[in-house]
């Protein structure tokens, strides 16, 4: 029986249009913070577009059915008859042939058409940012709050300063025509979660929602899954980042301009958890600085070499442009592993006192930084340390879940008087 004194548990319904498990951070915070909720004593379930986040057992979990369009063993495949005869799937079909991002907006049509009967099975649902339309039209029958990781804002904006033509330009900015939408939505809804004061600030500014809107809860970082492992000896000179290879945000680019600056005065190996992209930006790039036999790109793996990688490594850097949160950060100081990071966006937030900070977009910073953590191990070995007692004192999803939780009951009484 719970004490009277108690919160009743919460029925919860949290919707996640694209939840990767294996790349981005937002299959992580399904993941995670679905279990922590349901350790809560809530009950959870997680509607889902593909990829399908992993969830345990005792989560529910309900796939609403796609073209699943980005599937990468049948990439921009062509639909049957059949299918298109659905005009959800005919619109996300047609958006996608003229190169723009549909999911979003068609997963919120879907989730509503799903939710619509079952409404009163939930005290409030939980968007993971698709922010579309479907979910304002939930939102008037049930309380409704969403999570903006970050500003998807700046995402749009260094995507088309980067490209290199201004077709490519066009394609990008039709690429990011979902924003408009995310915007109206965002500011039409009561509570927003968000995961850092610096995501709170920019989404704020960016979409002009005021400040009062927003409950600020850092992502948790577990460390059951990330730690030191004994007995593995972290290798001199070894560097590892584990960002997405050919997206300009995430600041690679920066990161091998400065790994060509520490070649010239020593040896060192690059280690990047992911894939990189056959004749993409980052493959020329490396070919023009002459830098291929000092880089492994190790494809997806699985967690517990992913771990083993962090053990083996004597830095990892973090070269972002911007981050909402910063996930890799977090999980490297899990680790024990010496982070230097950018400034950009919520980073220093994540870090702290524990690591070593640098201007984003600058390689000269990074290379000066990352050979002074790898010529004095001793200081590197106290950062680590600190890094690890930051995460286990800060970042817990046991934390975030609590958090969570207020954050709806709030949605719920605010609702509820309205």
């Keep these: 029986m719970i004490p009277k004194d108690h919160p009743a548990p919460l029925r919860i319904c949290l919707l996640s249009y694209r939840s990767n498990p294996h790349c981005g951070g937002q299959g992580v915070y399904v993941q995670h913070l679905s279990r922590a909720l349901k350790?809560?004593?809530?009950?959870?379930?997680?509607?889902?577009?593909?990829?399908?986040?992993?969830?345990?057992?005792?989560?529910?979990?309900?796939?609403?059915?796609?073209?699943?369009?980005?599937?990468?063993?049948?990439?921009f495949r062509m639909p049957t008859l059949r299918e298109?005869?659905?005009?959800?799937?005919?619109?996300?079909?047609?958006?996608?042939?003229?190169?723009?991002?549909p999911e979003p907006?068609?997963?919120?049509?879907?989730?509503?058409?799903?939710?619509?009967?079952?409404?009163?099975?939930?005290?409030?649902?939980?968007?993971?940012q698709s922010l579309s339309y479907g979910i304002r039209s939930i939102g008037k029958?049930?309380?409704?709050?969403?999570?903006?990781?970050?500003?998807?804002?700046?995402?749009?904006?260094?995507?088309?300063?980067?490209?290199?033509?201004?077709?490519?330009?066009?394609?990008?900015?039709?690429?990011?025509?979902?924003?408009?939408?995310?915007?109206?939505?965002?500011?039409?809804?009561?509570?927003?979660?968000?995961?850092?004061?610096?995501?709170?600030?920019?989404?704020?500014?960016?979409?002009?929602?005021?400040?009062?809107?927003?409950?600020?809860?850092?992502n948790g970082i577990d460390t059951d899954l990330f730690y030191p492992i004994p007995g593995v000896k972290r290798e001199k000179n070894r560097i590892i980042v584990t960002n997405s290879a050919d997206t300009p945000l995430k600041?690679?680019?920066?990161?091998?301009?400065?790994?060509?600056?520490?070649?010239?005065?020593?040896?060192?190996?690059?280690?990047?958890?992911?894939s990189c992209k056959k004749n993409g930006y980052i493959e020329s790039l490396i070919r023009e600085l002459g830098i291929g036999a000092c880089i492994t790109f190790t494809g997806r793996i699985d967690h517990n070499e992913f771990v083993r990688q962090y053990a083996r490594a004597a830095v990892a850097v973090v070269p972002s442009v911007y981050e909402g949160f910063g996930l890799p950060a977090g999980e490297a100081m899990a680790c024990g592993l010496p982070v230097v990071c950018t400034t950009g966006g919520a980073l220093p937030e994540v870090v702290g006192d524990a690591g070593i900070l640098v201007p984003p977009a600058d390689p000269e910073a990074l290379a000066g930084s990352i050979t002074r953590l790898l010529d004095n191990p001793e200081q590197a070995a106290a950062i680590g340390r600190a890094g690890r007692m930051r995460v286990h004192k800060h970042f817990s999803w046991k934390r975030a879940a609590e958090m969570t939780a207020e954050a709806y009951r709030e949605a719920i009484r605010d609702y509820r008087r309205l």
């Design 251 to 274: 600041g690679l680019n920066y990161l091998l301009q400065a790994l060509s600056k520490i070649l010239k005065t020593r040896t060192a190996r690059l280690i990047v958890v992911g």
């Design 84 to 101: 298109l005869a659905d005009p959800v799937n005919l619109i996300e079909w047609l958006d996608v042939s003229t190169m723009g991002f």
């Design 39 to 75: 350790d809560l004593g809530h009950q959870v379930d997680v509607i889902s577009g593909p990829p399908d986040p992993i969830l345990a057992e005792d989560i529910g979990l309900f796939r609403l059915p796609s073209l699943d369009l980005y599937n990468p063993d049948d990439l």
């Design 141 to 218: 029958y049930i309380p409704t709050i969403a999570t903006i990781h970050h500003p998807i804002t700046v995402d749009r904006d260094l995507a088309v300063k980067t490209a290199p033509t201004i077709w490519k330009k066009m394609q990008q900015m039709r690429w990011y025509s979902f924003v408009g939408m995310q915007k109206r939505i965002s500011r039409s809804l009561t509570h927003i979660i968000t995961v850092s004061k610096s995501a709170r600030n920019d989404i704020g500014k960016d979409f002009k929602i005021p400040f009062h809107k927003f409950r600020i809860v850092p």
């Design 105 to 128: 907006f068609t997963f919120g049509i879907r989730a509503y058409k799903f939710l619509k009967d079952k409404l009163h099975q939930y005290d409030v649902v939980h968007d993971n």
